[in-house]
């Protein structure tokens, strides 16, 4: 009985062979290609070396919520955290890096305390971003990126890292609102690089001017002294307001922007109003513009000299006192000066002793110094009567005075056809109105109060004073222009001492009780 063995071969593959000396010929597994290169060196090359801040390459074999793997040949992938695949915040890595990417990082740590190496590729554009940026700032070329956030003060715009554009360079002027800019790619100049610090800042604005440098020139030289412009309110600020003309901005001193005293800007113009401008001066070097506001509008003290006139009585009230004298207001802006020597015949040590601020009181103008803006009063003169000026002649005209000059009563507004045409005129029209059986007012020392009751007699009134003298009084000082409140409606004069001829048709219209002695009256 024969032993009959199976033999199971490990595969299917032939075995080797024997020569026919019985020597054993191993099967051929592969072919040698390596031609002459030693196995070791093979092997070196095969095995990537890096240390931490080295740049390396790779493929994106995962991606992850959390992290991407990328292959970079080494004896593991390297992990690149959600975080550090870019300077954006809050986006999925899937919208950073596909699978089978090819995309550059930095290596972080070759082997962190879970042994993993990790990786960034944020940082590895910021490398290649800062020479390429620092190359563009030497050259003084244009960076462009899309705008990918809002933050406090301006826009972060994404040239390869995360490069701040303040609000007021995103335009040619400021820009409240910057949500619209998100998304959009934009080009801007860098004009601060600080690498140790990792900070970029960018203007619009600058290359914004750069392109339209030309037609800056253009508008610049069209643009002529003495014209006037209509333009917008780009902003405001302390020490005036800038308009844009169209194409460029202008500035108006806040001493140009009104006739009267302002105290800051934004009381005459806000952001975004039309205003009608005139060019005072076009600096081609520096590209300055000087507009005026005021220059279109009437100027107070022109209008007040026109329609006023040396010798004629004004109703004004009194807005400071100082040692020489006494401010007051006779328009709306217009301020002048009663010097202490023309407030009563007899001497006067301060001008407190015949008048106090807020007192309302007829004066007369015995000055116009229109270049110098400023106008001499008196109060002294005042007393002696005269003419009155034109937006009182409805009240304190001929009609309102007999054949002899002894006032004879108001003026009836309610059965004329006169219409007020100032707010002097408008007080008188509604007090006859609420009062139709007022008679004529007292006279008092330095001033006109409207008073009730039946008229005093003529002859119980003081007699006016000599003009003489007045006559011997020294010049008034001059004065200059103020903001008080336009004075109130003056009240009617009171009848004279003595029939007497009217002066150019008009009557003496202020009582002289401060013209009646040499010593001080007593003051209201």
Same mark, same amino acid.
Request: hydrophobic share 40%; proline share 7%.
């Given at each position: 009985?024969?032993?009959?063995? +199976?033999?199971?071969?490990?595969?299917?593959?032939?075995?080797?062979?024997? =020569?026919?000396?019985?020597?054993?010929?191993?099967?051929?597994?592969? %072919? =040698?290609?390596?031609?002459?290169?030693?196995?070791?060196?093979?092997?070196?090359?095969?095995?990537? #070396?890096?240390? =931490?801040?080295?740049?390396?390459?790779?493929?994106? !074999?995962?991606?992850?919520?959390?992290?991407?793997?990328?292959?970079?040949?080494?004896?593991?992938?390297?992990?690149?955290?959600?975080?550090?695949?870019?300077?954006?915040?809050?986006?999925?890595?899937?919208?950073?890096?596909?699978?089978?990417?090819?995309?550059?990082?930095?290596?972080?740590?070759?082997?962190?305390?879970?042994?993993?190496?990790?990786?960034?590729?944020?940082?590895?554009?910021?490398?290649?971003?800062?020479?390429?940026?620092?190359?563009?700032?030497?050259?003084?070329?244009?960076?462009?990126?899309?705008?990918?956030?809002?933050?406090?003060?301006?826009?972060?715009?994404?040239?390869?890292?995360?490069?701040?554009?303040?609000?007021?360079?995103?335009?040619?002027?400021?820009?409240?609102?910057?949500?619209?800019?998100?998304?959009?790619?934009?080009?801007?100049?860098?004009?601060?690089?600080?690498?140790?610090?990792?900070?970029? !800042?960018?203007?619009?604005?600058? /290359?914004?001017? #750069?392109?339209?440098?030309?037609?800056?020139?253009?508008?610049?030289?069209?643009?002529?002294?003495?014209?006037?412009?209509?333009?917008?309110?780009?902003?405001?600020?302390?020490?005036?307001?800038?308009?844009?003309?169209?194409?460029?901005?202008?500035?108006?001193?806040?001493? #140009?922007?009104? /006739?009267?005293?302002?105290?800051?800007?934004?009381?005459?113009?806000?952001?975004?109003?039309?205003?009608?401008?005139?060019?005072?001066?076009?600096?081609?070097?520096?590209?300055?513009?000087?507009?005026?506001?005021?220059?279109?509008?009437?100027?107070?003290?022109?209008?007040?000299?026109?329609?006023?006139?040396?010798?004629?009585?004004?109703?004004?009230?009194?807005?400071?006192?100082?040692?020489?004298?006494?401010?007051?207001?006779?328009? =709306?802006?217009?301020?002048?000066?009663?010097?202490?020597?023309?407030?009563?015949?007899?001497?006067?040590?301060?001008?407190?002793?015949?008048?106090?601020?807020?007192?309302?009181?007829?004066?007369?103008?015995?000055?116009?110094?229109?270049?110098?803006?400023?106008?001499?009063?008196?109060?002294?003169?005042?007393?002696?009567?005269?003419?009155? +000026? *034109?937006?009182?002649?409805?009240?304190?005209? %001929?009609?309102?005075?007999?054949?002899?000059?002894?006032?004879?009563?108001?003026? %009836?507004?309610?059965?004329?056809?006169?219409?007020?045409?100032?707010?002097?005129?408008?007080? /008188?029209?509604?007090?006859?109105?609420?009062?139709?059986?007022?008679?004529?007012? #007292?006279?008092?020392?330095?001033?006109?109060?409207?008073?009730?009751?039946?008229?005093?007699?003529?002859?119980?009134?003081?007699?006016?004073?000599?003009?003489?003298?007045?006559?011997?009084?020294? *010049?008034?000082?001059?004065?200059?222009?103020?903001?008080?409140?336009?004075?109130?409606?003056?009240?009617?004069?009171?009848?004279?001492? %003595?029939?007497?001829?009217?002066?150019?048709?008009?009557?003496?219209?202020?009582?002289?009780?401060?013209?009646?002695?040499?010593?001080?009256?007593?003051?209201?």
């Amino acid at each position: 009985m024969s032993d009959e063995r +199976s033999t199971t071969l490990l595969s299917d593959e032939p075995m080797g062979n024997f =020569d026919p000396e019985g020597n054993y010929i191993p099967r051929k597994i592969t %072919e =040698d290609d390596l031609g002459e290169v030693p196995l070791e060196g093979v092997m070196a090359d095969t095995i990537i #070396e890096f240390e =931490d801040g080295d740049l390396v390459a790779g493929t994106v !074999v995962k991606i992850d919520r959390d992290e991407v793997l990328l292959d970079i040949g080494f004896k593991s992938e390297g992990v690149i955290p959600a975080r550090e695949l870019s300077i954006r915040n809050d986006v999925h890595p899937e919208e950073i890096v596909t699978l089978g990417e090819h995309i550059e990082a930095l290596v972080l740590q070759k082997e962190d305390k879970e042994g993993r190496l990790v990786l960034s590729k944020k940082r590895a554009q910021y490398e290649r971003a800062w020479s390429t940026i620092e190359k563009l700032k030497d050259a003084d070329e244009v960076v462009k990126g899309p705008v990918i956030e809002v933050v406090k003060g301006g826009l972060i715009v994404d040239i390869g890292l995360r490069g701040f554009l303040p609000a007021s360079l995103v335009e040619l002027r400021r820009v409240r609102e910057l949500q619209p800019y998100v998304g959009r790619v934009i080009e801007a100049k860098i004009i601060e690089l600080d690498r140790n610090r990792n900070n970029v !800042v960018l203007s619009r604005r600058a /290359w914004l001017e #750069e392109a339209q440098k030309e037609q800056r020139g253009d508008f610049l030289a069209n643009l002529k002294p003495g014209e006037r412009r209509r333009g917008v309110v780009s902003s405001v600020v302390n020490f005036g307001a800038f308009v844009d003309l169209g194409g460029m901005d202008g500035l108006v001193h806040v001493s #140009e922007l009104s /006739w009267k005293h302002v105290d800051h800007p934004s009381s005459v113009v806000q952001v975004g109003d039309e205003i009608d401008v005139e060019v005072l001066d076009v600096d081609l070097d520096k590209e300055r513009i000087s507009l005026s506001l005021k220059a279109t509008q009437t100027d107070p003290w022109q209008e007040f000299a026109d329609s006023h006139e040396v010798g004629q009585l004004v109703y004004g009230r009194i807005t400071k006192l100082v040692p020489f004298g006494a401010f007051v207001q006779v328009g =709306d802006g217009i301020e002048g000066l009663v010097h202490i020597s023309e407030m009563a015949v007899h001497h006067v040590d301060l001008p407190e002793q015949v008048v106090s601020p807020g007192e309302e009181l007829w004066v007369k103008i015995i000055d116009i110094d229109l270049q110098r803006r400023r106008i001499s009063l008196s109060i002294k003169q005042a007393a002696e009567g005269g003419e009155v +000026s *034109e937006e009182y002649r409805e009240a304190f005209g %001929e009609h309102a005075y007999d054949e002899e000059g002894n006032y004879i009563g108001t003026y %009836e507004y309610a059965d004329s056809e006169f219409t007020p045409e100032t707010e002097a005129q408008a007080a /008188w029209a509604d007090y006859v109105v609420e009062n139709p059986g007022a008679v004529a007012p #007292e006279a008092t020392p330095h001033g006109v109060n409207p008073v009730s009751g039946p008229a005093p007699d003529p002859g119980s009134a003081p007699d006016p004073a000599p003009a003489s003298e007045s006559a011997s009084a020294p *010049e008034p000082a001059p004065v200059a222009g103020s903001l008080a409140d336009e004075p109130e409606a003056p009240a009617a004069p009171a009848p004279p001492a %003595e029939p007497a001829p009217v002066a150019e048709g008009v009557a003496d219209v202020v009582g002289s009780a401060a013209a009646q002695t040499d010593e001080p009256s007593s003051v209201d």
